[in-house]
């Protein structure tokens, strides 16, 4: 059955599966407790709660027998780390420059599920991609499909780090795979290129300092020593993962879905700028941006803006220090007064 299913999920389009026990890492509550206890999560109050089931899929689900996990590649075909040499362009992570990777692998997780509950009469499953109380790297490292990095994420001797998790657990008993173990060996380039100092030790986060935190789930103005660290990244970052040697062995065979969109390479900042709701929820339907809203987007382009070093910017700002919103309008005058040299 396992073969069997492993060959499927494959056919699907899954660039690797893995299985393992629930309750094959048991270090894993008490890791999540004192990141939470250290406020490591910032403002993502979500993490605190529920931690009886992230911590432990066998509280989440006692009938589970198996978490079958899964890697979607979503390998880029450039340099993510160009566009941050182009100080008046927007810096997207890889990850959200095509359609919304929630809604292409959980398809594709129940096209696998169903696919067992057809051939196991009475199996049940649950999927899960990110939202769920589940923590998918250290259950995806325990079923083999790669280590998590001195960066935190996971990655495959034979995956590079480019891409996403997704879960499947049943009351199906499968064979276990042998856990991963790192090969991050004397490395430290991710920890080395993070432009914030975002890891407190390796393997890892205080996600109160990570770009992709500050710019996805922060509300509200940011640290005014951090902002000027963001350089032009305006959804996500993805320095880290790009800097990984082990990249030399990505997988391809990306969705098209999840390709980058032309309009999200390197868009004008100044254009992004100009965005109202009805402007930006037109142009970011069905890409995970949308999520975030236009006050969160555009505080982030002010941001931008400010690193620019482009004094012309400042017509553009200008507009906004009126904004409705307040972090917008704050924003835009931090923006000015750093392109007029008045902040370090
Ligand atoms: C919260 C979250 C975030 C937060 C916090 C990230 C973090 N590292 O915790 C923020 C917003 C910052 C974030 C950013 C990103 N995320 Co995110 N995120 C999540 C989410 C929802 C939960 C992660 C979590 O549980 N964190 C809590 C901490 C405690 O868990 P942890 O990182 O596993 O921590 C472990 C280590 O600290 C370790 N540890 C502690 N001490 C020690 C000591 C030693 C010696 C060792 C070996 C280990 C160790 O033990 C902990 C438990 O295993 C998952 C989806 C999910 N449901 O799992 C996606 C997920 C991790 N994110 C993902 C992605 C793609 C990203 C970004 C790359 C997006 C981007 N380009 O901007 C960045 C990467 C930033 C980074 N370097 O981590 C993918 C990663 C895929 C992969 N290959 O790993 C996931 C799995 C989503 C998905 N379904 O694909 N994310
Ligand atoms: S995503 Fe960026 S800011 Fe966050 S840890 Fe990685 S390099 Fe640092
Ligand atoms: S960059 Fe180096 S240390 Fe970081 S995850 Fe990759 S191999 Fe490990």
Known sequence: MKERL??????????????CRPDAVPEMAERLAAFVDDGRHGQMAWMAERMQWRGDPTALWPEARSVIMLAEVYTPDHDPLAVLHQRDRAAISVYAQGRDYHDVVKKRLKVVGRWLIDQVPGAEIKVFVDTAPVMEKPLAQAAGLGWQGKHTNLLGRDLGNWFFLGAIFTTVDLEPDAPEVSHCGSCTACLDICPTRAFPAPYQLDARRC??????????????????????????????????????FAASGRDARLAARDDLLAPPLVELALLDEAGFRARFAGSPIKRIGRDRFVRNVAYAMGNSGDPAMVAALSHLVDDADATVADAARWAILRLKGELP
């Open 211 to 248: 770009i992709s935190y500050l710019t996805i789930e922060h509300k509200g103005p940011v640290d005014a020593d951090l902002r000027g660290l963001m350089g032009n990244r305006i959804y996500g970052c993805d320095d880290c993962l790009a800097i990984c040697p082990w990249n030399k």
């Open 6 to 19: 492993t060959a499927f999920a494959r056919d699907a389009g899954f660039a690797k599966v893995g299985v």
